[in-house]
């Protein structure tokens, strides 16, 4: 993985990628394999739970894009929600993305279930989320990214693709040529048996707070 670094964090530089076409998943995994490589942990503690399993996420820039390719081990992938904008992170395994500009306060959150069901939220800031918890009154009516889920034929993983237009937290290179964001993936998996999810995220987080922003990774996309 390409990096440098900012005031002491790690920037992830994500490189552009070959085109695919979307819903070829050998392709696509071919593609991504070129990008920047994400290894999802448990950073807050000294080891991983026993229950712990692995996941990785490859991210790219096609055209005016963020490319996402994850691979998920998981016992039994499932999630119980049916319709947009379910609070999927209660209901079963989920991968998240959070995606922020540089010099905003505002930021979205992006869930996909094994099912590819998906949820969408935007807050203004971390101080109105902790103000007004809750999803229904900062989700996202309209689509702002396209999504695809598969399950192993084994039944013993799952893999996710998303698109996200760059242009939602870039609304151009700024005059320094900068194309940084703040962004975070992070994960529920709720394993048989247990009471709570393992959670996962792929920054150096203290702790499973996925909204407290200082923890979350640097990236800068390739124009």
């Not at 993305?97 to 069901?117: D, K, M, S």
């Amino acid at each position: 993985m390409n990096s440098l670094s900012i005031g002491g964090c790690e920037c992830v530089t994500v490189p552009l990628v070959p085109a695919f076409a979307w819903g070829d998943w050998e392709a696509a995994g071919l593609a991504l394999s070129e990008g920047a490589r994400l290894e999802l942990g448990q950073p807050w503690f000294a080891e991983p739970e026993a229950d712990f399993q692995p996941g990785m996420v490859w991210l790219g820039v096609q055209g005016g894009d963020l490319v996402v390719h994850a691979e998920l081990r998981d016992d039994q992938p499932a999630n119980r929600a049916v319709s947009w904008n379910e609070p999927t992170w209660m209901t079963g395994d989920v991968l998240e993305l959070f995606f922020q500009a540089e010099g905003r306060p505002g930021y979205f959150e992006f869930h996909v279930t094994p099912e590819n069901q998906r949820l969408q939220l935007f807050f203004p800031s971390s101080a109105a989320f902790h103000e007004r918890r809750g999803h229904r009154h900062w989700a996202i009516a309209e689509s702002r990214f396209e999504s695809l889920a598969r399950v192993n034929a084994a039944g013993d993983g799952w893999r996710v693709l998303m698109r996200i237009p760059l242009a939602l937290v870039l609304d151009g290179p700024r005059e320094d040529g900068s194309r940084k964001f703040r962004f975070l993936f992070s994960r529920y998996d709720y394993q048989p048996g247990r009471l709570k999810p393992v959670t996962s995220a792929t920054a150096r987080m203290s702790r499973p707070d996925f909204h407290h922003i200082p923890e979350w990774s640097w990236a800068e996309a390739a124009g």
